[in-house]
């Protein structure tokens, strides 16, 4: 994701005061834990079991929702999300909220993740692009479904830590680099998936523009620190239809979108 002035705060708006509650909760207890110490963190993360933390995950959080599709559920059991996120909250990796990961910057919940991945329906053939590479763990999660991944991150600090990890944990078909994801990656387009992990205050021109034909692309549009709306976006014989999803908060996208 891009770099934002807020906390950490989940995709999904809560409604209700006891959701607003909760909502307080997560977001305390997320900076709590990534100010704890450092020993606190190892050894919690030395006793985690993180293959059930994960079945677990994908158990309560993504199929008792509306999250149906077997191979994104195959994925998210797969991908090891405590990697991408830092020593002193990977006890929390599992957790129904997002997590800081530095340079004021948060990895997203799990289940908005295996939403707009579902949304994308990826196929194997098939060659995405992701704006907002963020920890890489959507790269991850698309790089287990689709025969190539693209992913641009604003920050270069962050892009290349992520592709470093990335490439440690043996995702050979991600291709990752520094840039504005509001240009997208022309080079290698079209593509068949597009995935955008920031508020955009409008849908980037370029990126309609590099989606194939039949391709979808999934992105949240919305002023920054207001409600914002995930839409679907799909191409049909050139012309873009537009579905609007639910109502979401991101961090907003930097760059030339902001011009």
């Given at each position: 994701m891009?770099?934002?002035?807020?906390?950490?705060?989940?995709?999904?708006?809560?409604?209700?005061v006891r959701g607003a509650l909760m909502f307080l909760f997560a977001v305390l207890f997320s900076l709590i834990a990534a100010c704890g110490s450092q020993d606190s963190g190892d050894s919690a993360s030395a006793a985690a079991d993180?293959?059930?933390?994960?079945?677990?995950m994908v158990e309560s959080q993504l199929r008792s929702r509306d999250i149906w599709d077997r191979k994104v559920l195959e994925a998210m059991v797969k991908v090891p999300?405590?990697?991408?996120?830092?020593?002193?909250?990977?006890?929390?990796?599992?957790?129904?909220?997002?997590?800081?990961?530095?340079?004021?910057?948060?990895?997203?919940?799990?289940?908005?993740?295996?939403?707009?991945?579902?949304l994308a329906d990826p196929r194997k053939e098939a060659k995405a692009?992701?704006?907002?590479?963020?920890?890489?763990?959507?790269?991850?999660?698309?790089?287990?479904?689709?025969?190539?991944?693209?992913?641009?991150?604003?920050?270069?600090?962050?892009?290349?830590?992520?592709a470093a990890l990335l490439k440690r944990l043996g995702y050979e078909n991600v291709f990752a680099r520094a840039g504005d994801g509001y240009l997208g990656w022309p080079e290698?387009?079209?593509?068949?998936?597009?995935?955008?992990?920031?508020?955009?205050?409008r849908i980037p021109e370029p990126l309609q523009e590099q989606l194939a034909e039949g391709g979808r692309l999934v992105i949240p549009v919305g002023d920054p620190g207001r409600v914002q709306k995930l839409l679907l976006l799909t191409k049909e014989e050139g012309r873009i239809?537009?579905?609007?999803?639910?109502?979401?908060?991101?961090?907003?996208?930097t760059g030339k979108i902001r011009q």
């Open positions: 891009n770099a934002s002035p807020f906390p950490p705060v989940p995709e999904i708006l809560p409604s209700g993180y293959p059930r933390l994960r079945r677990e999300r405590h990697e991408f996120v830092p020593q002193a909250v990977k006890h929390l990796a599992y957790e129904d909220h997002p997590l800081p990961i530095g340079l004021r910057q948060t990895i997203s919940q799990p289940y908005i993740v295996a939403l707009m991945t579902q692009l992701e704006i907002g590479t963020g920890s890489g763990y959507q790269a991850a999660v698309l790089a287990e479904l689709v025969d190539q991944v693209y992913t641009i991150e604003i920050v270069p600090e962050l892009a290349r830590r992520s290698a387009a079209p593509f068949d998936v597009i995935l955008v992990t920031a508020a955009a205050g239809r537009r579905q609007d999803v639910l109502s979401v908060r991101f961090v907003p996208m």
